[in-house]
């Protein structure tokens, strides 16, 4: 059973818009932290975004702060990526990721994954 699944990516335009959603399983949600991840081919996976269980602190890497911000809804056992004014270095497979009670940077820290969606921005 898959507990982590992505969806949303897509090809955008420069400067457009998408929201990436992860859709959870996991039996005691609010207890996990989650993280979005995104691997370029041929580069390490990287973090993006984290938020804490219950929504109250995020954060970013310092490439897509101010362009996109994460959410979550609890009782739907959801998460979101909203990304605005794309750029084509934002090309990647995105991932969401979870991990009990806090938030890290190291995706070895994860060990939960989903199957990952693609965004694609031409350049």
């Known amino acids: 059973q898959k507990q982590l699944v992505e969806s949303g990516g897509g090809l955008v335009r420069p400067g457009g818009t998408l929201r990436l959603s992860c859709a959870a399983s996991?039996?005691?949600?609010?207890?996990?932290?989650i993280a979005w991840f995104r691997q370029a081919p041929g580069k390490e996976r990287e973090g993006v975004s984290c938020?804490?269980?219950?929504?109250?602190?995020?954060n970013y890497a310092d490439s897509v702060k101010g362009r996109f911000t994460i959410s979550r809804d609890n009782a739907k056992k959801m998460v979101f990526l909203q990304m605005i004014s794309l750029k084509p270095e934002d090309t990647a497979t995105y991932y969401c990721?979870?991990?009990?009670?806090?938030?890290?940077?190291?995706?070895?820290?994860?060990?939960?994954w989903g199957q990952g969606t693609q965004v694609t921005v031409p350049s």
């Open positions: 996991l039996f005691t949600f609010d207890s996990y932290a």
């Open positions: 990721a979870a991990r009990l009670y806090s938030c890290s940077r190291s995706p070895s820290q994860f060990p939960t």
């Open positions: 938020i804490s269980r219950s929504g109250g602190s995020t």
